[in-house]
């Protein structure tokens, strides 16, 4: 019997080992996996609805900056940014952050650190795919807590947003890009609890450097030139930055595209990374009492 | 045995503001010892508390990089209410955030029961049952900004502005703990509330600005409904030598008020806390 037991917790390990050799049986049982995840991460996700609405009301930041900014703006333009290009700005950030959010290194620290990952490694799927499959559930719940952003947004400042149809053809595959690379920093530092203790710390350190280089809560071209040069190259403006230039017409056609292949250069990158680490790291988790 | 037994009973009689010390310094002791058994963790924590605090200072930065003065505050000034408020989040996150999420956990799975039996007050022992030691380092950079502040403005606060400031500020400490509780309090009626804890946290970071910034109903909110203002720009303003006697007068009957509403409310819902067992 407990030998039985043991071949199943050492099975998951040699299995992702396999499965690294067969990427399409991987992708294939992703695939036909994903709408269950979907309608279960849904389930979830309205089970808990007074709380979903409550912990999206904790993203209040935009507001309190656009407060800030307006209270600036009143004697006059601050670079180019009049009162209502900041409400314009600010709304947009508040959507994009609304819309992109994420929670995956919380979950998958807690369960690294409970042991409960074992549960996830006996299924035959790669845990990121389950994870992002939970992770993305959320969305129409978030999407309807955006819609009164949206409003807000077309009432007070429909004339700062963008008429061309390719910007807003291209936000929802931005948004896509911005998501997959906040869920794959994620993903890397969640794999890190397998290496250390507080992954979480690590994390909490990228996400208050990102508040300030992402444009969430400064617009980046308030920076100086040195600054701004440097946010250009780093990830963190295609998490947020990028969609509000796109949605606020700041940004042409070429160098849209440009900025998009830019995005989803770093989300491959990431990718690459997490998937590489997390195969470095399983090999150390030993499930506790798994 | 017949201590637990008897427990409740000399906690009233011998009672008194000595053993209260007494059991809080106990407290601190022990979280203190386990917190230093994570030292790397610790190291981490001072480390990331200084990344945040610089972050905080960049949109500072930048828009008095822009303008000299907004809406009478200057950036100095506004470096002031920010050390207060750097300050704060370090009593926050260092002693009531960890401890009350703790009650929290306690009331929803009942092992509240333990806590209950023990012979002191139970409002004492929850509220400090779990401190983050390493939070001193918010601490010492709050006082580090006020200093920075008043170094760059080439004068310093008179003694009476710098008393009337401290007493303002053992105001903010027992308003801000009497909203926490207040938060818990509601754990005994509805079950999950660590997310309406996260609000209460993310809303109190709108301190980081003076609240006279904010225009209308917002201002109206944070002053007398959710009093941001009365713990740090009033405290920021009394250092500032700026408040008046009547301003301060009103502050501090306000946090008092709210301090024994507070205690009313926790003692009320701790009446109708019904363990897990019974």
Known sequence: MSAQAQSIAREPISSADDRETSWT?????????????????????????????????????????????????????????????????????????????????????????????????????????????????????????????????????????????????????????????????????????????????????????????????????????????????????????????????RLSHAHALELMAAQWAYVAGFGVVALWLWRRGLSRFGAFGG | MAESAAGPIPESSSGGFASLLRVARALA??????????????????????????????????????????????????????????????VLEGTLSPSLLAVIEQVRNGTLDFVLIKPADAQLLVSFSKLSPTRIVDLVCGLGL?????????RWPSPGDLALSFVLLLSALAVLYSIALLVVSIAFVAVRVDNLFFLFTSTFDLARWPTTIFGGVLRIIFTFVLPLALMTTVPALAVLGKLEWTNAVGALLGSVAFFLIARFVWLRSLARYTSASS
């Open chain 2, 146 to 154: 006020i200093v920075t502040a008043f170094v760059r403005m080439g």
């Open chain 1, 25 to 249: 049986e991987s992708l294939r049982a992703g695939w036909r996996a994903w709408p269950g995840l979907w309608r279960a991460g849904i389930a979830s996700a309205v089970a808990y609805r007074a709380e979903f609405v409550i912990w999206m009301l904790t993203t209040n930041m935009p507001l309190v900056m656009l407060a800030l900014w307006s209270a600036v703006a009143r004697s006059g333009p601050v670079a180019g940014y009049s009162s209502a290009d900041f409400t314009a700005y600010y709304l947009t950030s508040l959507m994009v952050r609304v819309l992109t959010g994420c929670w995956v290194v919380w979950e998958m620290s807690m369960e690294i650190r409970s042991g409960t990952l074992s549960l996830r490694l006996l299924r035959p799927l790669h845990p990121f795919v389950a994870y992002a499959a939970e992770n993305l559930a959320a969305f129409p719940l978030r999407a309807l807590v955006a819609t009164p952003i949206l409003v807000l947004l077309v009432v007070f400042a429909h004339d700062k947003l963008t008429h061309d149809w390719l910007a807003w053809a291209l936000f929802l595959p931005m948004l896509l890009g911005a998501w997959l690379i906040t869920f794959l920093v994620m993903a890397i530092v969640g794999t890190l609890a397998l290496f250390m203790e507080s992954a979480i710390g690590l994390f909490q350190l990228w996400l208050s450097v990102s508040f300030v280089l992402s444009g969430y809560l400064i617009p980046l071209d308030l920076f100086p030139p040195a600054l701004r040069q440097l946010t250009a190259v780093l990830p963190f403006r295609f998490t947020v930055s990028l969609p509000i230039e796109l949605v606020l017409g």
């Open chain 2, 29 to 90: 002791r022990v979280s203190a010892v386990q917190a230093l058994q994570y030292r790397v963790e610790a190291l981490g924590e001072a480390l990331l508390t200084l990344v945040r605090v610089a972050t905080a200072v960049v949109p500072l930065l930048v828009v008095f990089g822009q303008r000299q003065s907004v809406e009478g505050w200057t950036r100095d000034e506004m470096l002031i209410v920010l050390g207060w408020f750097t300050f704060l989040t370090g």
